[in-house]
C-alpha cells in the first residue's frame, strides 16, 4: 500500500514539475562514467528523489531508482545523507546512513570497486529568472527543517519553478582517505558531503544566520569588544549599553522571505523603470561562489545600485549580500526594511571612536565567518561626474585585517560596473553640478520620487569584472602572512600598500567591464562641439568611428559595446529625449540642451577612459599635421601617469609603448591617420577631409584634462618656486577653470572639480615632479618645465593664451 502511494505521489510531481537542471554542462560530467554513479540527497524526501529521477531520465542520465551494482538488492543507486527524526520530523539524524557503510564494505571486500558519489540537490521555488507569487515566496526553500505539510506546499505551489543542482563526481575512494574501521570512515564522508551540502545552500540561498540579537550578543562578547570597553572613559556598565548601542546601529536583520518577497515586487518596479536589466559575464560569479568569502565591490552611480546588484544575484540563483550603507540611509520605516534586506549601517566618520571601531569590525567579522557575501562601495559615496572617485580604502583595509586575524575561507572581491541610459536622480545631479547644495535624504523625499515611475529610463547594464583573489595580492606583500598570527594589536606595515593596491586593481576591473551605450557614445560625439549640435551625416560617421574603435583596439574582454548602428542611436537618444533632431535643406542638425549637455557629461565620463589612449594620441595632431613615432611615445608616456591616476587606466607605464603601436596601428587602419613612407612617422588626413574632423573630435576626450593639467603647471610656474603652498595653487586653479567655464560656456561641471586639481598636485609631489619645504610652499625645476613644454606642443597656441589672459585678469 505504501509503495503504490510513494508510487502515485513520484507520478503526480513528475507530471506537475517544471524544472531547470544546473550546471550546463551535467551531461557531460556523468554520462559514461567507469564507475557505478550514486546519487546524495542531502534529506529523505520521496518529491526531491522524484524530480531527480526524472531530470536523469530527461538527459539520459544513470537514474537513481536503479541498483548500483547487479545481484545487489541493497544498493540502490541513491542515498538520503541525513534523515528526519521525531513528531514532525523536528530533528535530524546526522550518523552515517546504513547504505554509505554497505557501499564501504563493498570496497573494503574488493579493492578494484569504486563508486561515484554526486551530490544532488533540488531547490523549490528557486530557478532563476522566475517571478513569484506572494504564497510561493513563503514556500521557498531555506534553512528550516521542513515538515511533511510544508514539504507537500512547496511541491503544490513551488515545483513549476524549480532548480535541480547536480555536482562534479568524486570517488568514494577518495573521501575515505586512510585506512580506518568502516564506521570512522564513514562518518568522514558523512561529515564532507554534509559540508559540501552546507557550502551549496549558502551559494543559493545565503548561509544560515542567526538570530539578530545573538549575532549582537556574539559580537559584544569577544576579546576586542570587551578590551575597547574597558578603555573607554565610562563606567562599565554605560560603556557596554554604548557598545550594544552601536552594534544594533549597526546590525542588518537579514529575512530570506522579505527578500523573495522584494525580488517579486523590484521585478515589477524594473519592468516600470527600464526596458531591460542586462546581467553581464555571471559565468565570473558561477566560478567563485562556492567555498569563497564574497565581497562585492560595485561602483557607484546611484540608489538604484543597492536593489539592482542584490536583484540580479538574487534571481540568477544566488544568495544576496550583505550591504554596507550610510546611517543617513537609516530612515524610520524604510531602514528597517532595509535591514530585513540585508543592509548594514555605517557612520560616515568614527575616526578615533575606539569602541565604534571594535564593534563593527567584529560585526563584519561575525558576518564573513558565517560565509554571507558582503557589498560596498569603494567610492564612499555616489559619484556626480560619472567619473569613478578615488577609492575609500576604509572597508577594505577592516576586510582584509578581519581576514588575516581570522582566514576562515579564501575572499575573492568581485568588482561591479553600473551603466545607466538616464538616472533616476537626474534632475538631482543637475542641480548638485550647477551649484545647489546636496539634499539630504528624507522619508518625504522618497515618496516624491516615486513620481519618476512616469518616465522611461532605458537600459541598464550590470557587468561584474574579473575577480580579485585577496590571498594573491597578500602573498605578493606580505610574504609569509600564512604562518604569522594576527590579533587586534597587530600593524603589519605592508597591509597598507596591499590595500591601497588592491583599491586601485578593484577602481581598474571595474572599468574594464563597462557597458557601452548608445547615449554615451552620442554624448561622447556632441560634447566634443562647442555648441553642441552637429549634422545627422557627420553624427553618424563620429559614433560608427567609435564603435569601429573600441572593435580595433579593445580596452578589455568584459567591455560590451552596443551593437546599434549609428542611425540608430540617433534614432534611440531623440527616444529618450537627449538630443532632437532639427530639419535643415542641407541636412538635418542633431543638437542637445545645454540642460541636457550638462547632464551629458555624466555618460560620457562613464566611457572617457576607454577612448583615453586613443584620444590622447589624437591630441598630439591638433597643432601638428605630422608626429614621429617617438615623440607620440614620449608625449603619451609623460602625461599617461597622469590622466591613468584620475581615470583608473589598465595599462601600467612600462606596458604604453607597446599600447600605443597598437593605438596607431588602429588608427591607421581607420583612416584618421597615416604612416609616412619612410615608417618613423604618422600624418593626419587633410584638413578639409571627414577623417580629419573625426581626429579632432576625438581628441576632444581629453583635451579639457590637458588644459587642467596646463592649468595648474602654468599658475605654479607663474607663482614661482618656494612661493605658494598646495591648498592656495588648488584654490588659484578652481577660480581660474570656474572663470574659463564661464567665459567660454563649457558643459562640463568637472572642469573646476578641486578633487581634481588636488590629485593632480598630489601625483606631481608624488612622482618627485614638485616637492614642498618646511614652510610647505612647493620648490620645482626643470622637469616641471619640461611638463609645461610638452603640455604646449599638444595645446593650440589661442588655447594656451586663453588659459593665460584668465589667468591674469
Known amino acids: 500500500m505504501i509503495t503504490a502511494m510513494n508510487w502515485l505521489l513520484r507520478r503526480m510531481v513528475v507530471l506537475w514539475a517544471r524544472f531547470k537542471v544546473r550546471p550546463e554542462n551535467a551531461v557531460a560530467l556523468l554520462r559514461g562514467r567507469a564507475h557505478p554513479v550514486c546519487y546524495v540527497l542531502e534529506r529523505r524526501s520521496v518529491a526531491d528523489l522524484a524530480l531527480l529521477q526524472e531530470a536523469c531520465k530527461q538527459l539520459k542520465l544513470p537514474r537513481p531508482g536503479g541498483l548500483l551494482l547487479k545481484g545487489s538488492p541493497d544498493l540502490r543507486a541513491h542515498f538520503f545523507l541525513t534523515q528526519q527524526r521525531g513528531l514532525g520530523g523536528a530533528r535530524l539524524d546526522r550518523r552515517p546512513p546504513p547504505h554509505l557503510a554497505r557501499m564501504i564494505k563493498v570496497l573494503r571486500d574488493d579493492p578494484e570497486a569504486d563508486f561515484d558519489l554526486v551530490p544532488a540537490a533540488v531547490y523549490w521555488g528557486r530557478a532563476p529568472q522566475r517571478e513569484a507569487s506572494w504564497l510561493r515566496l513563503l514556500l521557498v526553500d531555506d534553512w528550516a527543517l521542513t515538515s511533511r505539510l510544508r514539504k507537500f506546499m512547496q511541491v503544490t505551489f513551488n515545483a513549476r519553478d524549480t532548480l535541480v543542482e547536480l555536482d562534479e563526481p568524486v570517488r568514494l575512494r577518495e573521501l575515505l582517505g586512510a585506512q580506518l574501521p568502516v564506521a ?17 545552500r549558502a551559494a543559493r540561498i545565503g548561509p544560515d544566520l542567526s538570530h539578530r540579537r545573538t549575532l549582537v550578543n556574539a559580537v559584544l562578547r569577544t576579546r576586542a569588544v570587551r578590551r575597547a570597553v574597558r578603555a573607554a572613559r565610562l563606567p562599565r556598565r554605560k560603556a557596554l549599553l554604548r557598545a550594544r548601542g552601536y552594534a544594533l546601529e549597526i546590525a542588518a536583520n537579514y529575512s530570506h522571505v522579505f527578500v523573495r518577497f522584494m525580488a517579486s515586487v ?9 526596458d531591460g536589466v542586462e546581467f553581464g559575464h555571471g559565468a565570473s560569479l558561477e566560478q567563485v561562489a562556492e567555498g569563497n568569502e564574497i565581497v562585492y565591490v560595485p561602483c557607484h552611480r546611484s540608489h538604484m545600485d543597492y536593489l539592482l546588484l542584490s536583484y540580479v544575484i538574487y534571481v540568477h540563483g544566488y544568495a544576496v549580500a550583505h550591504i554596507a550603507a550610510g546611517v543617513n540611509l537609516d530612515l524610520p520605516v524604510v531602514g528597517r526594511f532595509l535591514r530585513k534586506g540585508g543592509a548594514f549601517f555605517i557612520r560616515r566618520s568614527f575616526r578615533g571612536n575606539m569602541l565604534y571601531t571594535a564593534v563593527l569590525m567584529k560585526y563584519l567579522g561575525a558576518i564573513m565567518a558565517r560565509g554571507h557575501p558582503l557589498e560596498y562601495f569603494i567610492e564612499g559615496g555616489r559619484s556626480r561626474t560619472g567619473r569613478l572617485l578615488e577609492p575609500k580604502t576604509g572597508m577594505l583595509g577592516m576586510t582584509v585585517r578581519t581576514f588575516l586575524q581570522d582566514p576562515v575561507r579564501p575572499v575573492v572581491f568581485i568588482p561591479v560596473y553600473f551603466g545607466y541610459e538616464r538616472l533616476v536622480e537626474g534632475d538631482t545631479y543637475l542641480g548638485e553640478l550647477s551649484g545647489r547644495p546636496k539634499e539630504k535624504e528624507s522619508v518625504l523625499g522618497l515618496i516624491s520620487s516615486w513620481r519618476v515611475l512616469r518616465q ?4 541598464v547594464y550590470v557587468n561584474l569584472g574579473q575577480p580579485i583573489p585577496l590571498e594573491a595580492i597578500l602573498d605578493r606583500h606580505g610574504g609569509q602572512w600564512r604562518t604569522q598570527r594576527f590579533d587586534d594589536d597587530t600593524r603589519m606595515p605592508w597591509v597598507g600598500p596591499a590595500v591601497d593596491e588592491l583599491a586601485v586593481t578593484i577602481m581598474r576591473n571595474i572599468n574594464s567591464a563597462a557597458a557601452v551605450t548608445p547615449i554615451n557614445l552620442l554624448a561622447l560625439a556632441l560634447l566634443a562641439m562647442p555648441r553642441q549640435a552637429l549634422s545627422e551625416g557627420d553624427l553618424v560617421r563620429q559614433l560608427e568611428l567609435y564603435r569601429a574603435l573600441l572593435v580595433e583596439f579593445p580596452y578589455g574582454e568584459r567591455v560590451s559595446v552596443t551593437p546599434l548602428s549609428g542611425a540608430r542611436m540617433i534614432d534611440y537618444g531623440v527616444e529618450l529625449k537627449l538630443i532632437t533632431r532639427e530639419a535643415q535643406p542641407l541636412g538635418d542638425i542633431v543638437r542637445m540642451s545645454e540642460a541636457s549637455a550638462v547632464l551629458a557629461t555624466y555618460f560620457r565620463n562613464n566611457i572617457l577612459h576607454l577612448f583615453a589612449l586613443p584620444s590622447l594620441v589624437a591630441c598630439a ?5 605630422a608626429v614621429s613615432t617617438r615623440d607620440l611615445r614620449r608625449l603619451v608616456g609623460r602625461i599617461y601617469p597622469y590622466v591613468a591616476a584620475e581615470l583608473f587606466l589598465r595599462w601600467e607605464e612600462g606596458e604604453v609603448p607597446e599600447a600605443v603601436e597598437r593605438v596607431l596601428a588602429a588608427m591607421g587602419r581607420l583612416g584618421l591617420i597615416e604612416a609616412d613612407a619612410a615608417g618613423e612617422g604618422w600624418r593626419r588626413a587633410p584638413p578639409a577631409s571627414a577623417q580629419a574632423m573625426q581626429l579632432s573630435l576625438l581628441a576632444q576626450a581629453t583635451l579639457r584634462t590637458i588644459e587642467r593639467y596646463y592649468m595648474a603647471v602654468s599658475q605654479l610656474l607663474s607663482a614661482g618656486s618656494g612661493t605658494i603652498d598646495q591648498a592656495t595653487l588648488e584654490k588659484r586653479c578652481q577660480l581660474t577653470a570656474q572663470r574659463m ?5 563649457l558643459n562640463s561641471p568637472e572642469f573646476f572639480d578641486p578633487a581634481l586639481f588636488a590629485n593632480f598636485i598630489g601625483l606631481l609631489r608624488r612622482r618627485a615632479v614638485i616637492s614642498a619645504d618646511a614652510a610647505g610652499n612647493l620648490g620645482f625645476d626643470e622637469v616641471l618645465m619640461r611638463v609645461a613644454q610638452d603640455a604646449q606642443w599638444v595645446l593650440s597656441e589661442q588655447l594656451r593664451h586663453s588659459i593665460l589672459q584668465v589667468m591674469h585678469a
Do not use: E, S
Open 456 to 459: 522611461r529610463f532605458g537600459k
Open 266 to 274: 523590484l521585478a515589477r518596479l524594473w519592468n516600470r523603470l527600464y
Open 741 to 745: 567655464t564661464q567665459l567660454y560656456g
Open 184 to 200: 570512522v570512515r564513514g562518518r568522514r564522508v558523512a561529515r564532507d558531503l554534509r559540508a559540501l551540502y552546507a557550502r551549496r
Open 621 to 625: 595632431f591638433v597643432g601638428n599635421a
